[in-house]
């Protein structure tokens, strides 16, 4: 077998992707040569941190009884199962003694200027963080000192105006607050003006809640001067890449006793539309001989293998996901099938990992609603199109009235929604191709800058 591995410090050359490396070579990246192809693992996936971005059938249902494909998606799902989207946090008033102004969104936190009483309330609340926004001398007792005798955790991060409310500000405290799952966390200032401030960026930027809900809820936590709302919205403006949407959609898809031939069942059934079309779709994507694809959020691999097959030997096939469990079962057929113009990439939740313009042809299916990052991932998509490349997405249709509960509640926005997005990070719209047979999906296909 041809050793396909290059050192870390470079990216792959042409010929290296022709031949089946698929991926910027960053630190920290254990290659695995399995059969045809080679997994490209970010070690956090080995430790069961990366998410997947493509899957639509919940489990809990026997596929024979799955007449479409939104029943199919996850309509019915057990109370015990993890596939269900955890919801955002809501705002809620607490009373935390005599502190002013508490608000708790789930194990976080926001208020005044707890007083020294008042800690013994917040072990009794499981709080083990405090972070303070408050400057030397805004404190005339020792808070850093009672709450490490409490066994609970401080943190300084002062800052007492607009103007020193930096970048280095808000990357401390949205570092701190995503840790607040494990580490439930208060963080305070004197009224909860400038906590709220800082609380508004996570809120958009890592919990994604639409800027302008957030705002308001910012509002009712203590958010009032102007100079800091300006400062977090400009601060947003500028890391709008790193905005995620529908946070923990894909944690199910990382249990490492994931059984994969459940889903191939749920996914490659003649009752769901992508499958039961999938040689219309092949044929209305426009792939040809000679081609090189993207099969982004691959899932089982079906359609991967179906591209393999129409661009030849002259192409090639990078089937995309960021499940090792798929990841291993594609090679894993794509072997015993004897493909051998496919490679498998185990990409993080934020990039495709492919080489600037080394695709003619990006496929996501069913899986744009799952990008959890969608401006970085398109971003990324961007990049590894060639110039005037393709872009196809073929995902639900979701119209309040008519689609079903479990679209609705899962999809997070409809076809005008994510063209619009699409759009907006640069791609042109070509059409909407017509699948006949498709009831609940549709398809759209984009050009890429040239």
């Known amino acids: 077998m041809v050793d396909r591995r290059v050192s870390p410090d470079r990216m792959l050359t042409e010929s290296e992707g022709r031949n089946g490396l698929a991926c910027f070579l960053l630190p920290r990246i254990a290659y695995v040569l399995i059969g045809v192809g080679l997994i490209v693992l970010p070690l956090p996936c080995l430790w069961g941190q990366q998410q997947r971005a493509a899957a ?63 800690i013994i309330r917040l072990k009794e609340q499981g709080i083990e963080r405090v972070i303070s926004l408050r400057t030397d001398g805004e404190v005339d007792w020792d808070e850093g000192g009672l709450l490490r005798k409490a066994g609970i955790e ?49 809120r958009v930027l890592d919990e994604g809640v639409e800027l302008e809900k957030a705002i308001e809820e910012a509002k009712q936590l203590g958010l009032r001067t102007a100079g800091y709302l300006e400062k977090a919205k400009d601060y947003i403006a500028r890391h709008n890449d790193e905005r995620r949407v529908r946070p923990g959609i894909n944690a199910s898809f990382l249990d490492p006793h994931l059984d994969v031939s459940n889903w191939i069942q749920r996914f490659e059934m003649e009752s769901r539309e992508v499958y039961a079309h999938r040689h219309e779709v092949v044929a209305a994507t426009g792939i040809k001989t000679g081609d090189r694809v993207a099969d982004v959020g691959a899932g089982t691999g079906f359609y991967s293998k179906l591209f393999a097959r129409t661009v030849g030997d002259t192409g090639w096939v990078f089937a995309v996901d960021i499940s090792p469990a798929f990841a291993e079962h594609i090679v894993t057929q794509a072997d015993v099938d004897r493909i051998a113009n496919l490679t498998v990439v185990l990409a993080p939740p934020r990039s495709i990992t492919l080489p600037p313009d080394s695709v003619d042809v990006v496929f996501v299916c069913d899986t744009y609603h799952h990008f959890e990052y969608p401006v970085a991932t398109l971003k990324s998509i961007r990049r590894a199109l060639r110039p005037g490349g393709t872009l196809i997405v073929i995902d639900f249709e979701r119209i309040p009235g008519k689609s079903s509960d479990w679209v609705l509640s899962h999809v997070r926005g409809g076809k005008h929604d994510f063209r619009r997005e699409i759009e907006q990070a640069g791609f042109v719209f070509l059409d909407e191709p017509i699948i006949p047979g498709f009831k609940e999906n549709y398809m759209l296909r984009f050009r890429a800058p040239d």
């Not at 269900?84 to 208020?111: K, M, S, Y």
């Not at 930096?166 to 009224?191: A, N, Y």
């Open 56 to 118: 639509d059938v919940a489990p809990g249902q026997d596929a024979a009884s799955l007449p479409s494909d939104s029943e199919a998606a996850g309509e019915s799902v057990p109370a015990a199962s993890t596939s269900e989207l955890p919801e955002v946090a809501p705002v809620e008033p607490v009373v935390l003694g005599e502190t002013r102004n508490v608000h708790r969104c789930g194990d976080l936190f926001v208020a005044g200027q707890p007083s020294p009483e008042d």
């Open 154 to 202: 401080f943190i300084s991060i002062p800052f007492a105006g607009p103007e020193s409310l930096t970048d280095e500000v808000f990357d401390k405290v949205r570092r701190l607050l995503r840790e607040s799952r494990e580490h439930p966390t208060l963080i305070h200032c004197g009224s909860a003006n400038r906590a709220s401030a800082v609380w508004l960026v996570y």
